[in-house]
């Protein structure tokens, strides 16, 4: 149905009332945002502080919202071997054996608890990361389950204590394996990688991290970012 004049005039002034609301509404939320006539190149530079002339530090949990980031799991199966001998007459024998094999999972990376008040420093456009060292995120550095350890060749009786040395001995073993200088370097260049493009996805331009205990080698200095294993 067409609309008559009067009509026409009345819908276009209720056009024009809500394009102003809107604009109101736009002008009371950058006032609350920037307040003072403040500039910003975008909000995320306000929420983080910092403008191109500034210098400015933040709380790890206003970047990562979680403790530890793991960038590197290792799973491997065990083995604890023991024997207990007495001396008789006719020379050694054996009195007790167990072959107990023990499933463990060891997770490299990095305690974000542990960073210092000036982990994450914005100087102008360059944002500077220190991470602390990397390290085994297993609580209490236990790597065995020993609710799912296997038994073999069991002669004789062994006590809780003795289960408990062999579990603490597959344990310094799984840590043995996998920690090594090697695998510590490799995680170190994979949380790099993975904080540079996790920054710069939330919008900072340059970014340059450190771990603490960490020298890259001249061929690791400029690694792919890659996914968590």
């Given at each position: 149905m067409a609309l008559n004049i009067p009509e026409l005039n009345m819908h276009r002034a209720k056009q024009v009332a809500f394009v102003l609301l809107i604009v109101l509404s736009a002008a009371l939320v950058v006032a609350v945002l920037f307040p003072r006539g403040e500039k910003k190149e975008s909000v995320l530079k306000h929420l983080f502080n910092r403008s191109e002339t500034s210098t400015s530090v933040m709380?790890?949990?206003?970047?990562?919202?979680?403790?530890?980031i793991s960038v590197m799991s290792f799973f491997r199966e065990v083995p604890v071997h023991e024997q207990r001998f007495v001396h008789g007459i006719n020379?050694?024998?054996r009195t007790r054996n167990i072959y107990c094999v023990y499933p463990a999972t060891l997770r490299l990376g990095f305690d974000l608890r542990k960073c210092k008040g000036d982990w994450l420093v914005c100087r102008n456009d360059t944002t500077f990361v220190h991470m602390p060292p990397v390290q085994a995120l297993n609580s209490g550095n236990r790597f065995v389950d020993e609710t799912q350890c296997s038994v073999y060749n069991v002669v004789g009786n062994w006590s809780n204590a003795e289960k408990k040395a062999m579990c603490d001995k597959a344990n310094q073993r799984m840590y043995?394996?996998?920690?090594?200088?090697?695998?510590?370097?490799?995680a170190a260049?994979?949380?790099i990688a993975l904080v540079t493009e996790l920054l710069q996805t939330l919008g900072h331009k340059t970014v340059v991290v450190s771990v603490e205990g960490y020298l890259?080698?001249?061929t690791s200095l400029d690694v792919a970012p890659m996914s968590r294993p």
């Open positions: 709380n790890v949990n206003e970047v990562f919202p979680v403790d530890q020379g050694w024998k043995s394996l996998c920690f090594t200088p090697a695998n510590t370097q490799r260049e994979l949380g890259p080698s001249p």
